[in-house]
């Protein structure tokens, strides 16, 4: 589903990451985890195509992006769903408004868009606040709808970056609870973490980072 082959990125001339070799297979959680600074966030800006490789071949569900085109970008992150280290909610919207704006983009129509947001904030614990504003909401609802507006187009992977960096212990496993959700339902879900707390114990395989390089 992801494959990554000697992939390498720099900033100003620094390395960002270097030769980073990975493949995480369909339908896997994985975790990726390191210091602040270690790459983290660039391999999964990587993932999304916000960025290019400088040398390496990266594939994400059957698309190469080293060659990917332009035109082509909005329909890979229809596959690819991110939830950011910040919210980036719409706090003029309601929580409906906000995990339905996707939908409204794609052209799908109301009465279609409307059950898939209700039965997506019900995966996630957030139905009965459908129509609150954001602003109103604790932090780990809001992380929530973030996940919510991530997955409401059914995406093939799952990106994640940090998501619990802000939250308290309890809600840091409400939010695994979700992801785990989303997991059960077919979606490769890699999460980006400095808390060894998120998978300890998982089962899942993880990927550590140093300094742009994985490490044993």
Not at 126 to 151: C, F, M, N, T, W
């Amino acid at each position: 589903m992801i494959d990554l082959r000697n992939v390498t990125k720099l900033y100003d001339g620094q390395q960002a990451l270097n030769g980073i070799t990975l493949h995480i297979e369909k339908g896997e959680m994985v975790f990726l985890t390191g210091p602040s600074g270690s790459g983290k966030t660039t391999l999964l800006r990587l993932i999304y195509r916000d960025e290019i490789v400088d040398s390496g071949d990266i594939t994400v569900a059957g698309w190469d992006l080293r060659t990917l085109s332009p035109g082509s970008i909005p329909y890979l992150r229809r596959n690819v769903g991110v939830v950011f280290q910040d919210f980036k909610l719409l706090h003029e919207r309601t929580v409906r408004e906000n995990v339905e704006l996707s939908l409204r983009i794609q052209g799908i129509p109301h009465h279609e868009s409307r059950q898939r947001v209700l039965a997506t904030l019900k995966l996630v614990g957030l139905a009965h606040k459908a129509d609150a504003i954001p602003a109103k909401l604790s932090g780990g609802e809001q992380q929530r709808v973030v996940i919510a507006r991530a997955v409401i187009g059914n995406p093939a992977v799952l990106l994640a970056d940090e998501p619990t960096g802000n939250l308290d212990a309890d809600t840091a496993r409400e939010i695994m609870d979700v992801f785990k959700a989303v997991h059960a339902k077919g979606a490769t879900v890699c999460i980006a973490t400095h808390d060894a707390n998120l998978y300890r114990h998982s089962g899942c395989r993880v990927f550590a980072l140093k300094e742009g390089a994985i490490v044993p």
